[in-house]
C-alpha cells in the first residue's frame, strides 16, 4: 500500500496525559499536512510542512500541540496535557508539493482520540 | 471560512447519476475547484479538480460554469458505496494550499 498511513488508528487516554502519533506520507511527497476534524464538521487545517519545514500553523494549535517532520518523512503530532475537547479525529495528508499551480492532496485514514 | 455553499444533503436512486452543486461566487482567477468525498470513519478521498474547463476522470466528471461562479460534480451511475459527504473546496496553491472545508453534502444513495 503506497497511500498516506497514521498510527494508532484509535487512541483512548485520560485527561492530562500526552499523546502522539504518526504520519507517512506517500514516498518522495514534500508536503504535509495535519487537520482536525469533530463530530459532525468537515476537517479544520491545522499546520503543514515543506519537507522538513513547518511553514504555517492554525491558531487552533495551541501551545499544548506540537508537531515535527525531522527528516521531511513522518511527522509526529503531540497533545501535552489532553482536555477532553481534543477528542477528535487527526487527519494527515500529502502532496508533493512540486506540481506546477495546482498540488493535490491526499489523505490518511485518521486517528481517533478519545479524551476521557 | 469556507468560500463555497452545498446543499446540505441529497438524494439519489441507484444506478442514476447524481448531480452535486457547488457555488463559488467569490473565486478568483487562479482559484482551483476541488471534490473531495468522506465515507463515514474514514480520510476524505479525493475525487477530481478543475480550473475553468470540464474535467473527467475514472470517478466523476466536473463542470465549472464559464463563470467560474458555480461548479457541478457529476457521478455518472451511482452506488450504494458513492454514500458520502461530498465536499466542494476552492484552492490557491501558491498561499500555503490548505483545505478550507465547509460542510459539505450529505449524499445518500439508495437502492
Known amino acids: 500500500d503506497t497511500g498516506v498511513s497514521q498510527n494508532p488508528r484509535h487512541k483512548i487516554t485520560k485527561r492530562g496525559q500526552n499523546v502522539t502519533f504518526r504520519c507517512d506520507p506517500i514516498?518522495?511527497?514534500?508536503?504535509l499536512y495535519w487537520y482536525r476534524q469533530t463530530l459532525g464538521q468537515g476537517p479544520e487545517f491545522l499546520t503543514y510542512?515543506?519537507?522538513?519545514?513547518?511553514?504555517?500553523k492554525s491558531r487552533l494549535l495551541s501551545d499544548r500541540f506540537s508537531a515535527e517532520r525531522p527528516k521531511g518523512s513522518f511527522s509526529t503530532l503531540e497533545i501535552q496535557r489532553t482536555e477532553q475537547g481534543d477528542s477528535a479525529m487527526y487527519l494527515c495528508?500529502?502532496?508533493?508539493?512540486?506540481?506546477?499551480?495546482?498540488?493535490?492532496?491526499?489523505f490518511g485514514p485518521g486517528t481517533r482520540l478519545t479524551v476521557l | 471560512d469556507a468560500k463555497t455553499t452545498q446543499p446540505p444533503s441529497m438524494d439519489c436512486a441507484e444506478g442514476r447519476a447524481a448531480n452535486l452543486p457547488c457555488n463559488h461566487s467569490?473565486?478568483?482567477?487562479?482559484?482551483?475547484v476541488y471534490w473531495y468525498r468522506q465515507i463515514h470513519s474514514q480520510g476524505p478521498q479525493y475525487i477530481i479538480h478543475?480550473?475553468?474547463n470540464n474535467e473527467t476522470n475514472e470517478m466523476a466528471s466536473l463542470i465549472i460554469t464559464e463563470d467560474r461562479k458555480s461548479s457541478t460534480l457529476i457521478l455518472p451511475h451511482a452506488t450504494l458505496r458513492d454514500t458520502a459527504v461530498y465536499y466542494c473546496?476552492?484552492?490557491?496553491?501558491?498561499?500555503?494550499?490548505?483545505?478550507?472545508f465547509g460542510q459539505g453534502t450529505e449524499l445518500s444513495v439508495k437502492p
Open positions: 473546496i476552492v484552492m490557491i496553491y501558491n498561499q500555503g494550499g490548505k483545505l478550507i
Open positions: 495528508a500529502s502532496s508533493s508539493g512540486t506540481s506546477g499551480n495546482t498540488d493535490t492532496q491526499y
Open positions: 510542512f515543506q519537507n522538513e519545514a513547518q511553514l504555517e
Open positions: 478543475g480550473l475553468k
Open positions: 467569490t473565486i478568483s482567477g487562479n482559484e482551483y
Open positions: 514516498s518522495e511527497h514534500n508536503r
